[in-house]
């Protein structure tokens, strides 16, 4: 016999960020299990697009509003919710210097105001952290255990140490409220529904070499990143969800890889003549990031499915149709 999900139908999930690339997948998961689905979002980097198969859809409801400045007055928000996702954040290195007050903002006040209403609410809250919170890594692959080697005050900081700030806000209400709370540390994602602008690498390569533009790989491009399909991750999210663990816990994929590997593997897949051009890697870039899914398979019996080149497969297929 099946066993239905902890959250399933008529549950009501409030998903900060909602229309952003990863929450809006996760989006589309829940209202696919039945629950009703409250997506927050002020549109920063996300983008309407994303959940615009979903307006019609009286389980969903998009409202904007920039949660930084605590929850708004709205019809949508009035009931109690079942659980709260926090996932609102631009997580671009892009974006760091772009918006360093907002993202700081949106990991730490903001944080707090959805502690409080998951508390109000009696909900369980499940915060997307980052292999960031690791900075640049002496322990290889990372496990949870490892307390990370970040720089406080370098560009990267407003991220990596906002996300820590999160975490610590997160174990805080759980100690001290008991409230239910879920962290995941979630490694390089990539798929559908990205900006090819975004700054990342994996658009910027695709984009790149649809266009037969030459791809800008950072410093020698020897740096590596495990890519994880954002079904994967999804999946993964949704088993902590559903779980009573409390985290923190990797999820993402061992497909480590070289970013000059990436860019090759992406021009093969792309069938493009770019070539790769070498451009000057920012600071603190983390050069090795590899997580170690032990306490995702033994807690949660996660197991990522999706191979590099599927994935990227899929994402070219998607990026073609978007850039005509
Ligand atoms: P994204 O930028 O596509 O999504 C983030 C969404 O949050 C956007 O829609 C944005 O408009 C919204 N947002 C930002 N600040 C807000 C605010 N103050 N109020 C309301 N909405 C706000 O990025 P993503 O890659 O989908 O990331 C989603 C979450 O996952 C983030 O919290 C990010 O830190 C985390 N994460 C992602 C990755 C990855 O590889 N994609 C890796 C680690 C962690």
Known sequence: MKVAPRFGTGHRILVTGGAGFVPSHLV??????????????????????NVAHLLDTPTFTL?????SDGLPAHPALAQRFDAILHMASPAS??????????????????????????????????????????????????RETYWGNVNPIGLRSVYDEAKRFSEAATMAYH????LDTAIVRIFNTYGPRMRPDDGRAIPTFISQALRGEPITV?????????????????????????????????CGTEHEMSMRQLAETIIGLCGSKSEVTYITRSADDPEMRRPDLTLARKL?????????????????????????
């Open 28 to 49: 589309d998961a829940l209202i696919a299990r039945g629950c009703t689905v409250v997506a927050l979002d002020n549109f920063v980097t996300g983008s309407k697009e």
């Open 63 to 67: 409202v904007e509003a920039d949660i």
């Open 93 to 142: 290195p892009t974006d760091f210097e772009k918006l360093p007050v907002e993202i700081l903002r949106v990991g730490s006040v903001a944080t707090l105001h959805l502690l409080d209403r998951a508390l109000d609410d009696g909900a369980r809250f499940l915060m997307a952290s980052t292999s960031e919170a690791y900075g640049d890594p002496k322990e290889h692959p990372q």
């Open 175 to 178: 100690r001290s409220r008991g």
């Open 218 to 250: 950072h410093g020698t491009g020897d740096q590596t990143r495990s890519i994880c399909y954002v079904e994967d991750l999804v999946r993964g999210i949704l088993l902590l969800l559903d779980s009573t663990e409390t985290g923190p816990i990797n």
């Open 300 to 324: 949660l019996g996660y197991e990522p499915t999706v191979t590099p080149e599927d994935g990227l497969r899929r994402t070219i297929e998607h990026f073609r149709s978007r850039l005509g």
